[in-house]
């Protein structure tokens, strides 16, 4: 009788703290047992140009450069151009003493009119069979003769003269009238910077995602609110052997002449471009190494939310391309999916306008889609 009586309340003291759990647990789980929808926030599963961003760093090169220098010894008589300015091709920068060449020039002019004059006389007789044909086939070898004699002078003559080879802006004089110009000494430096290249390497296994015509995205210290957009123009034609990387090309337009060779970018170039799915980066919910979204999916009652593994691909700031799992057009929740569970009902509002705020959202009325 001892023993029934005090086991009896024993029974009952390790019963109690059960039951005290189970009351807890449905007091928390009430709202959801009674199936009120919890306001989420979703966006569309959405079709989109995606590419695959590759980065590296380049070097701005000019589109034509040239050192402007002599290839005789002489004094420079004139300056023609000032530093930073901008020439056209063809313009003569610097002139060099000439005054011999010049009467040289002069003289083998006079010689060339003279055989001209001889040959005309000559070819007058001959017309009149008063002069041979072997009489006028020296005359005109004389001219031939004299006007080879000037295209020499005129050689010699423009030896001394400096022009600009193409359009473009000069760099720093290195020369002044009355001079001593020797053949290297460096006049100034010539950029058609209009357009200009821009060298980088990549390494071989990214080789198949560039390819001429693939568009660049750069951008410099020098100008670091603004970005700079080319394209590929060639990729070279070996991959060095040591660092297993392979030299690309592209071209920058420069039309506010404001990239200066030499200087160092960094550029982004989208490769592989394809249509795919995408979706906001705050829909997805990794667990190790798998990703989850939740979807709404409506049905008679309103919204149900739907627990879904997808597989995801590249990235891009605040978005995901998806590979597998969802259709264009579902509609993912963005915003309260850490508060869900597989199977529960959600009202659902459709975006965020600017300046609202989320929790007052997550609060409101339902807005369906």
């Given at each position: 009788?001892?023993?029934?009586?005090?086991?009896?309340?024993?029974?009952?003291?390790?019963?109690?703290?059960?039951?005290?759990?189970?009351?807890?647990?449905?007091?928390?789980?009430?709202?959801?047992?009674?199936?009120?929808?919890?306001?989420?926030?979703?966006?569309?599963?959405?079709?989109?140009?995606?590419?695959?961003?590759?980065?590296a760093?380049?070097?701005?090169?000019?589109?034509?450069?040239?050192?402007?220098?002599?290839?005789?010894?002489?004094?420079?008589?004139?300056?023609?151009?000032?530093?930073?300015?901008?020439?056209?091709?063809?313009?003569?920068?610097?002139?060099?003493?000439?005054?011999?060449?010049?009467a040289?020039?002069?003289?083998?002019?006079?010689?060339?009119?003279?055989?001209?004059r001889?040959?005309?006389?000559?070819?007058s007789?001959?017309?009149?069979?008063?002069?041979?044909q072997?009489?006028l086939?020296?005359?005109?070898?004389?001219?031939?003769?004299?006007?080879?004699?000037?295209?020499?002078?005129e050689?010699?003559?423009?030896?001394?003269?400096?022009?600009a080879?193409?359009?473009g802006?000069?760099?720093?004089?290195?020369?002044?009238?009355?001079?001593?110009?020797?053949?290297?000494?460096?006049?100034?430096?010539?950029?058609?910077?209009?357009?200009?290249?821009?060298?980088?390497?990549?390494?071989?296994?990214l080789?198949r995602?560039?390819?001429?015509?693939?568009?660049?995205?750069?951008?410099?210290?020098?100008?670091?609110?603004?970005?700079?957009?080319?394209?590929?123009m060639t990729?070279?034609?070996?991959?060095?052997?040591?660092?297993?990387?392979?030299?690309?090309?592209?071209?920058?337009?420069?039309?506010?002449?404001?990239?200066?060779?030499?200087?160092?970018?960094?550029l982004?170039?989208?490769?592989?471009?394809?249509?795919?799915?995408?979706?906001?980066?705050?829909?997805?919910?990794?667990?190790?190494?798998?990703?989850?979204?939740?979807?709404?999916?409506?049905?008679?009652?309103?919204?149900r939310?739907?627990?879904?593994?997808?597989?995801?691909?590249?990235?891009?700031?605040?978005?995901?391309?998806?590979?597998?799992?969802?259709?264009?057009?579902?509609?993912?929740?963005?915003?309260?999916?850490?508060?869900?569970?597989?199977?529960?009902?959600?009202?659902?509002?459709?975006?965020?306008?600017?300046?609202?705020?989320?929790?007052?959202?997550?609060?409101?009325?339902?807005?369906?889609?």
């Amino acid at each position: 009788m001892f023993d029934r009586l005090h086991l009896r309340p024993a029974r009952r003291r390790r019963q109690a703290p059960i039951a005290a759990l189970l009351g807890a647990w449905l007091l928390c789980a009430a709202p959801w047992l009674a199936a009120e929808p919890l306001p989420v926030i979703a966006m569309p599963v959405v079709e989109d140009e995606f590419v695959d961003p590759v980065e590296a760093l380049g070097t701005l090169r000019a589109n034509e450069s040239a050192r402007l220098t002599s290839s005789i010894t002489e004094i420079i008589s004139e300056v023609r151009f000032d530093d930073g300015e901008r020439v056209s091709a063809g313009q003569i920068l610097v002139v060099m003493t000439n005054r011999e060449q010049l009467a040289q020039l002069e003289e083998a002019e006079a010689e060339v009119d003279e055989a001209k004059r001889q040959y005309e006389r000559v070819q007058s007789l001959a017309e009149r069979n008063q002069a041979s044909q072997a009489e006028l086939d020296q005359r005109r070898r004389a001219i031939d003769t004299a006007r080879a004699r000037l295209r020499g002078v005129e050689a010699r003559l423009s030896d001394r003269l400096i022009v600009a080879p193409f359009d473009g802006v000069v760099g720093l004089r290195n020369v002044s009238a009355g001079s001593l110009l020797s053949p290297g000494d460096l006049v100034a430096t010539l950029h058609d910077d209009a357009v200009m290249k821009l060298d980088f390497a990549i390494p071989e296994t990214l080789l198949r995602l560039v390819s001429p015509g693939t568009t660049v995205i750069a951008s410099t210290r020098a100008f670091p609110d603004e970005v700079f957009s080319g394209e590929i123009m060639t990729v070279d034609n070996e991959v060095d052997p040591v660092t297993r990387a392979i030299q690309v090309r592209a071209l920058v337009p420069n039309p506010d002449a404001r990239l200066r060779p030499g200087m160092l970018m960094t550029l982004t170039l989208g490769a592989n471009a394809r249509t795919t799915l995408v979706i906001p980066e705050e829909a997805l919910l990794p667990q190790g190494r798998r990703n989850y979204v939740f979807v709404a999916l409506e049905d008679d009652d309103g919204y149900r939310a739907e627990r879904r593994e997808v597989r995801i691909g590249s990235r891009r700031p605040g978005e995901v391309e998806i590979v597998d799992g969802l259709a264009a057009g579902e509609a993912v929740v963005t915003h309260g999916g850490l508060r869900l569970s597989d199977g529960q009902a959600v009202s659902v509002r459709s975006g965020v306008d600017h300046g609202q705020d989320l929790a007052e959202i997550l609060r409101g009325e339902t807005v369906r889609q």
